[in-house]
């Protein structure tokens, strides 16, 4: 089945029984569980940004109770 290639986001193809993913339009040829660990990863480095901007204000906390002396 088609599904979206997480590299160029041309059409890439899905086995059926979910073994392989493949593009035509790139190079990309992995197994399904490293397609979904590919596409975390890259939606994880976009949640990292919003996670950075969250912590910014909760890290602040954590470190300095321990200089108290
Ligand atoms: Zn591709």
New binding site residues.
Partial sequence: MKIK?P????D?DLAMDYSVVK????D?DMSYGEYVKFVAHNESKYSDILGDYASSTEGHTSGSLDEWD
């Fill in positions: 290639c590299k160029c986001k041309e890439a593009c035509g339009s790139c990309l």
